[in-house]
T-cell receptor, first 113, second 112 residues
Framework: EPEVTQTPSHQVTQMGQEVILRCVPISNHLYFYWYRQILGQKVEFLVS????????KSEIFDDQFSVERPDGSNFTLKIRSTKLEDSAMYFC???????????FGSGTRLTVV | QQQVKQSPQSLIVQKGGISIINCAYENTAFDYFPWYQQFPGKGPALLIA?????SEKKEGRFTISFNKSAKQFSLHIMDSQPGDSATYFCAAADNAGNMLTFGGGTRLMVKP
């Protein structure tokens, strides 16, 4: 079964450092998403991306965040200057054109120290 | 108006029993209601989903009941098994951006 692949599975970074989280969505999917889940809390929407541009973003997705699809297969989330409160699981997801069936990756656990 | 409220937060059920998790929403534009199962250290996995044109959908031991007028939907797990022990999230999406709004999650434990 096709999978959404995320790397790394765990990243530890110092406060103020930049991090890039990587995702390889399912190849024929056209909509891409980042969600995050702070430990023990619900999953929260960050951003959606379609046709090489952001289609929607939440209040969480401020100027410190950016997304990119640099090469037609990878989908990245960059946090420019990490804060302690950015510590969370970050999930990438994708869906096909006209579909609602999200496929989530296994996530990247980001720990900011 | 975007909230999805889920209850209970945790649930303990004996093996073979029925697990019931409830969700309520406010946004009448929502038209897709999935349930996700999440095991520790893993991403949410789609379990079953329903659109508002039907009141019930069943897949194996999992059933979604949907009440459009009450703006509520629920997940029933029949013959619950220890392997069903996980966190379950309801969610909702509208046509506009397909962004999912998640409920707060229910940690289910099925005792052998």
């Amino acid at each position: 079964e096709p999978e959404v692949t995320q790397t790394p599975s765990h990243q530890v970074t110092q406060m103020g450092q930049e991090v890039i989280l990587r995702c390889v969505p399912i190849s024929n999917h056209l909509y891409f998403y980042w969600y995050r889940q702070i430990l023990g809390q619900k999953v929260e929407f960050l951003v959606s991306f379609y046709n090489n541009e952001i289609s929607e973003k939440s209040e969480i997705f401020d100027d410190q965040f950016s997304v990119e699809r640099p090469d037609g297969s990878n989908f990245t989330l960059k946090i420019r200057s990490t804060k302690l409160e950015d510590s969370a699981m970050y999930f990438c997801a994708s869906i096909p054109e006209g579909g609602y069936g999200y496929t989530f990756g296994s996530g990247t656990r980001l720990t900011v120290v | 108006q975007q909230q999805v409220k889920q209850s209970p937060q945790s649930l303990i059920v004996q093996k073979g029993g029925i697990s019931i998790i409830n969700c309520a929403y406010e946004n009448t534009a929502f038209d897709y209601f999935p349930w996700y199962q999440q095991f520790p250290g893993k991403g949410p996995a789609l379990l079953i989903a329903i659109r508002p044109d039907v009141s019930e959908k069943k897949e194996g031991r999992f059933t979604i009941s949907f009440n459009k007028s009450a703006k509520q939907f629920s997940l029933h797990i029949m013959d619950s098994q220890p392997g069903d022990s996980a966190t379950y999230f309801c969610a909702a999406a509208d046509n506009a951006g397909n962004m999912l709004t998640f409920g707060g999650g229910t940690r289910l434990m099925v005792k052998p």
